[in-house]
């Protein structure tokens, strides 16, 4: 029997406030977004896979700089949600990223975003491969997950060097949602990466922009001293 994915239905609860609030919360607007944008390549008349798309936020920025999208999220509220935003600017297809994306042909993108989504897949063995897989040569994966040193710092986190599934209670998005996540340590991050054959090209550990601080200055002067994300480019050569 196939395993529920962990986070479905903190997200089928989550997906319309979480629309509702991500073009502007400090920590996805003004401190995630402007991170994993400033990796990004040209992407004008590239094809690029969107995995975990959310409500189309991302998806909708590639389309509107010329890219030919296609996205996935697991959630078939946020799935609603990104057709809505997006209409005939992308393709939006409801998977799960911890399984094969089959229904995807090998070397069929150019490049892959995975924002914040990961964190929620147990397998990067998995799903680095197949990222891989539909990539096309000289292609990018690019991708936000929580900084190992923040993950580690929160409530059920045991042991560093293990992968270890906690139970993250959100509260920004005007409503306490009980939000599974996994925690790994920075070498879960790297070694799958490596061992699926990309080169890793940047690790960017974010800071929050001047906007963030003006929203919210307290978390601002957290977020200067300690990190919450980390965002990573890597190729297929």
């Given at each position: 029997m196939s395993q529920k994915p962990i986070a479905l239905d903190a997200f089928q609860t989550l997906a319309d406030a979480y629309a509702t609030r991500v073009d502007t919360k400090p920590h996805n607007?003004?401190?995630?977004?402007?991170?994993?944008?400033?990796?990004?390549?040209?992407?004008?008349?590239?094809?690029?896979?969107?995995?975990?798309?959310?409500?189309?936020?991302?998806?909708?920025?590639?389309?509107?700089?010329?890219?030919?999208?296609?996205?996935?999220?697991?959630?078939?509220?946020?799935?609603?949600?990104?057709?809505?935003?997006l209409g005939a600017k992308a393709r939006v297809v409801q998977a799960d990223l911890d399984k094969p994306l089959d229904f995807l042909e090998d070397a069929s993108f150019d490049l892959v975003v995975g924002a914040l989504v990961l964190d929620?897949?147990?397998?990067?063995?998995?799903?680095?491969?197949?990222?891989?897989?539909?990539?096309?040569?000289?292609?990018?994966?690019?991708?936000?997950?929580?900084?190992?040193?923040?993950?580690?710092?929160?409530?059920?986190?045991?042991?560093?060097?293990e992968t270890e599934l906690l139970n993250y209670v959100w509260k920004g998005f005007g409503l306490p949602v009980n939000v599974p996540m996994y925690r790994r340590p920075l070498s879960a991050y790297i070694d799958p990466l490596v061992e699926a054959g990309f080169v890793l090209e940047r690790l960017l550990e974010p800071r929050p922009t001047e906007q963030f601080k003006l929203e919210e200055p307290e978390k601002y002067e957290k977020l200067s001293k300690q990190p919450g994300f980390l965002c990573v480019r890597a190729a297929k050569k």
């Open positions: 607007a003004y401190y995630e977004r402007p991170a994993t944008l400033s990796l990004l390549p040209d992407v004008r008349g590239k094809a690029v896979l969107d995995a975990g798309c959310g409500p189309g936020v991302y998806s909708e920025w590639l389309a509107n700089h010329g890219a030919a999208v296609v996205a996935l999220d697991v959630s078939p509220r946020m799935v609603e949600l990104a057709q809505q935003r929620h897949v147990r397998d990067w063995d998995c799903v680095f491969r197949e990222f891989y897989r539909v990539l096309r040569r000289h292609g990018h994966l690019l991708f936000s997950a929580g900084h190992p040193f923040a993950d580690y710092q929160l409530p059920g986190a045991y042991n560093y060097f």
